[in-house]
């Protein structure tokens, strides 16, 4: 079984990039909605969040964890990989690789929390395989509580990444990295506002396309995580009425959370 989790459903969408690879691989998901946002969290309570969602998901069975969570990736996925003896899958190296593959002019735009971007992980992963890009980044610390809202298409959000991304436009990036797994949910208002020429990186499919390469390579880490008749999981640390709708979208069917204090 494969072991998910986010500060809340943005991680839904790796759930569900995971799910369309593999309908056969069960999942445990856990957003930890009783704390989020993360973005905003300092980078020893990310860790310790982190730790404690690890945990969860092992007790239930989990064999391979994938962080489906930009801020903790960045500032939790080295102390995962050191304290547990299990595969850790994070969002950031494969949206780098990617980004790093298309990118013509080496101007590269990343939006993403605070956490994630005040890490700078994802400059220094650049820097580190393409040295001749710029990473121009925009902490975007509104639009993770918007689509927590369900506030996808609404004009107040429409207004807010526009002003967001104004900045990104006037450098003239030419591949934005969509650095919260949130943010694919906003993918719609996002590409005609950065300009349909960019490239649009979405580390929510890339952590699910990296994960597949690791199957790929390893039939025996496939054969671990094949649990026949077991049913997706999907649970919570606090329930709200807008999230059990937006889950439902993000799957396009019903999707039952359970809530449970971790
Ligand atoms: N979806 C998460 C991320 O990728 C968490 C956002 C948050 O809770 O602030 O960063």
Redesign the pocket.
């Known amino acids: 079984m494969i072991g998910i989790f986010?500060?809340?459903v943005?991680?839904m969408t790796v759930a569900r990039a995971i799910e369309q690879l593999y309908p056969d691989l069960p999942y445990i998901y856990f957003g930890?909605l009783a704390h989020?946002?993360?973005?905003?969290?300092s980078r020893e309570m990310l860790i310790e969040y982190s730790c404690r969602n690890t945990d969860f998901l092992l007790a239930h069975g989990a064999k391979i964890i994938v962080i489906?969570?930009?801020?903790?990736?960045?500032t939790a996925s080295h102390c995962l990989t050191k304290n547990y003896p299990l595969p850790i899958v994070d969002?950031i190296t494969p949206a780098v690789n990617k980004a790093a593959r298309l990118s013509r002019n080496g101007r590269i735009g990343l939006i993403?929390?605070?956490?994630?971007v005040n890490s700078g992980v994802y400059a220094s992963r650049l820097q580190d395989i393409r040295p001749d890009c710029e990473i121009h980044s925009q902490a975007c610390?509104l639009l993770?509580p918007l689509v927590?809202e369900g506030w996808l298409d609404r004009r107040e959000t429409k207004m807010i990444v526009r002003k967001y991304l104004r900045p990104l436009r006037d450098k003239q990036i030419d591949t934005l990295i969509l650095?919260?797994?949130?943010?694919p949910l906003l993918s719609k208002i996002i590409i005609p506002r950065i300009g349909k020429r960019v490239h649009i990186i979405d580390?929510s499919v890339e952590a699910a396309l990296h994960l597949k390469s690791l199957l790929d390579a390893d039939s025996s880490l496939y054969a671990l995580l094949r649990a026949p008749a077991v049913e997706n999981r999907y649970f919570v640390s606090d329930l709200s009425s807008p999230v059990q709708s937006l889950a439902a979208s993000i799957f396009g069917r019903p999707v039952h959370l359970e809530k449970v204090d971790v």
Not at 112 to 116: E, H, I, Q, S, V
Not at 179 to 183: A, D, Q, S
């Open positions: 986010d500060s809340g943005g991680g930890d989020s946002p993360y973005g905003s969290k489906a969570c930009n801020s903790a990736s960045s969002v993403g929390t605070r956490a994630t610390p993770v927590e650095g919260c797994t949130h943010y580390s």
